[in-house]
């Protein structure tokens, strides 16, 4: 099984360079990098790229609506080229209260924009002009004067793109062109229903298999020795995920809330998100329970996190991305470390 953890540009940009590169000396895989609402990731993976040598390094993600197509395109052909090929492209739509709330842009029709985003990131690393006509972009802009372009760049190398996906539309996108899928809010023992159904289905479309797709998937990470102490961190992850069943998204959309509902637990996470929105987080966060905090993470004794990957390769997923937990730097890295080693036992 691969290894990947995501990053994300704060404050403490030196500090997210340090693990990065002692992540590298590690023996990891693949560093995500996230844009969320922080730091825009192709600036900080440019900066990442000259101070690693082996690892890939994947936007993970590239919010769609915020940046036309061909900007995304010569953003993935810069990076990819500069670090010899070393370039993932993650993909997502992320969602309304981020693209409208903050960005000001209709979050519409996120999948086909993600469709024809694809097919114009294609066209364009390859060093095709731009001659594009569908629902979300026409380019040349329509009545205008203007003929078809190329950019001046193409990529040195193939250029994987990745989805980021949950709902079954883009699930199914995401099988029919992606290289892989970037996926969260994942249970394995729910995961056929609510997720590779979808996929296989657009494997299919897209005459692929499963041995096509990376499936890469995300778990927090926090090995312990003491059962107390593993106890009271498990308590500490029900405020975060009550918050994803009820905080993310907008009112009227949130995907997390989807994901687990059809996993099992659609019952308690409406439950979650009406009481998450009408102010009552304490009471949101009561209604998680221990087994729907462990179904979704990798928090655990050695023996329980090493049975736990083991689950979560049987069930299809290739690549464990692993987010670790922990006070400070060393701590997360020894969390890290624990991670890559169990993986690699898989």
Same mark, same amino acid.
């Given at each position: 099984?691969? +290894?990947?953890t995501?990053v994300?540009?704060?404050q403490?940009l030196?500090? +997210?360079?340090d693990?990065?590169?002692e992540a590298e000396r590690?023996?990891?895989d693949? %560093?995500?990098?996230?844009e @969320?609402w922080?730091?825009?990731a192709p600036?900080l993976?440019g900066?990442?790229?000259?101070?690693t040598?082996?690892l =890939? =390094?994947g936007?993970?993600?590239i919010?769609?609506?915020?940046? +036309?197509p061909?900007?995304?395109a010569?953003a993935?052909?810069t990076?990819s080229?500069?670090?010899?090929?070393r370039f993932? =492209?993650?993909?997502g739509p992320s969602?309304?209260?981020v693209?409208e709330?903050?960005?000001?842009?209709p979050?519409?029709?996120? &999948?086909?924009?993600m469709?024809?985003t694809?097919?114009i990131?294609?066209?364009a *690393?390859?060093? /095709?002009?731009?001659?594009?006509s569908g629902?979300?972009?026409?380019?040349p802009?329509?009545?205008?004067d203007t003929?078809?372009?190329? =950019?001046?760049?193409?990529?040195?190398?193939?250029?994987?793109?990745?989805l980021? *996906?949950?709902?079954p539309?883009?699930?199914?996108? +995401?099988?029919?062109v992606?290289?892989?899928?970037l996926g969260?809010?994942?249970?394995?023992e729910?995961?056929?229903a @609510?997720?590779?159904?979808?996929?296989?289905?657009?494997?299919?479309a897209?005459?692929?298999t499963r041995?096509?797709?990376d499936? %890469?998937?995300?778990?927090?990470?926090?090995?312990?020795?003491?059962?107390?102490a593993?106890?009271a961190?498990i308590g500490?992850r029900k405020i975060? &995920?009550a918050?994803s069943?009820?905080?993310m998204?907008?009112?009227s959309?949130?995907?997390?809330?989807?994901a687990?509902s059809?996993?099992?637990?659609?019952e308690v996470?409406g439950q979650?998100?009406?009481?998450w929105l009408?102010?009552e987080r304490?009471?949101?966060a009561? &209604?998680?329970t221990?087994e729907?905090?462990?179904?979704?993470?990798?928090?655990?004794? /050695?023996?329980?996190?090493?049975e736990?990957?083991?689950?979560?390769?049987?069930?299809?997923?290739t690549?464990v991305?692993?987010?670790p *937990?922990?006070?400070?730097?060393? *701590?997360r890295l020894?969390?890290?470390?624990?991670?890559?080693?169990y993986?690699r036992?898989?």
């Open positions: 099984m691969r +290894t990947a995501t994300e540009g704060s403490d030196g500090g +997210t360079n693990f990065v590169v590690l023996g990891l693949v %560093c995500w990098v996230a @969320a922080g730091a825009d600036s993976l900066y990442l790229a000259a101070r040598q082996r =890939l =390094l936007s993970g993600i919010q769609l609506g915020i940046r +036309t061909v900007a995304i010569q993935a052909i990076l080229n500069l670090t010899g090929g993932l =492209l993650g993909l969602g309304p209260q693209i709330g903050l960005h000001g842009v979050f519409a029709r996120p &999948l086909t924009r469709r024809e694809v097919e990131v294609r066209a *690393a390859t060093g /095709e002009k731009i001659n594009y629902r979300e972009f026409t380019i802009l329509a009545g205008s003929r078809p372009m190329r =950019l001046s760049i193409r990529a040195e190398q193939a250029i994987p793109v990745y980021a *996906a949950l709902s539309k883009l699930l199914q996108l +995401t099988g029919e992606a290289d892989g899928w969260t809010s994942f249970v394995p729910g995961a056929d @609510a997720y590779f159904t979808h996929l296989d289905a657009g494997l299919a897209g005459g692929r041995g096509d797709l499936v %890469c998937q995300g778990a927090e990470i926090a090995v312990f020795d003491d059962e107390d593993l106890q961190h500490s975060e &995920l918050f069943l009820g905080g998204g907008s009112e959309t949130n995907f997390y809330n989807q687990y059809r996993q099992g637990w659609a996470a979650v998100r009406e009481r009408a102010g304490d009471a949101a009561e &209604l998680i221990d729907m905090v462990l179904a979704t993470t990798l928090i655990g004794t /050695e023996a329980m996190v090493r736990r990957l083991a689950v979560w390769s049987r069930a299809g997923v690549t991305r692993l987010y *937990a922990g006070d400070d730097m060393a *701590a020894d969390n890290l470390a624990r991670g890559i080693e993986a036992a898989v």
